[in-house]
């Protein structure tokens, strides 16, 4: 299975649903995609929701779009987050954390409560209990990502 962009960010018509991914090495990422961070700034608030996963946030905080926003991040990087963007309200204890159309997870896993709470979200809890089930996890998990392995 591969995953291919067919066309460029730029080229995109709003979307409903953006998930920006993390890098380990989240400083040289980015530096080396300042177009992403560009294309944040000017999309994030035309989706319905716009998601981080785990260092993501970066992302958004460099687009200036977390700005007086709460935001979750890993938390191995979390302060650093704070520390970098102390306009953002950083919690680096959330699974994942909702901030109007802004949504961040804390970790890889924590990106899997996420997406659970989109499947909530657009086909009701039945659906959500079911996908939880299959894949063997909690609907809702506690909530402080520091007891628990996420990356």
């Keep these: ?3 291919d962009a067919s066309i460029a960010l730029e080229e995109c018509d709003p979307l409903s649903t953006v998930m920006i991914a993390g ?3 989240i400083e040289a990422a980015l530096s080396e995609q300042t177009r992403l961070v560009e294309w944040c700034r000017t999309r994030a608030s035309e989706a319905e929701r716009f998601a981080a996963l785990c260092s993501g946030s970066f992302f958004l905080a ?3 779009v977390q700005d007086g926003r709460r935001a979750t991040t890993h938390w191995s990087v979390g302060e650093r987050l704070q520390r970098r963007f102390p306009k953002v309200l950083v919690n680096s204890d959330a699974i994942f954390l909702q901030d109007g159309n ?3 997870s804390a970790g890889v896993t ?3 409560d996420l997406a659970l709470a989109f499947v909530e979200q657009d086909f009701g ?3 959500a209990l079911e996908v939880a089930r299959d894949l063997v996890i909690y609907l809702k998990r506690p909530a402080s ?3 628990s392995a996420l990356c």
């Design 1 to 3: 299975m591969t995953l």
């Design 23 to 25: 890098a380990v090495d």
């Design 62 to 64: 460099a687009a200036g």
């Design 102 to 104: 802004l949504w961040t």
């Design 110 to 112: 924590a990106a899997i």
């Design 125 to 127: 809890r039945d659906l």
């Design 145 to 147: 990502n520091r007891s």
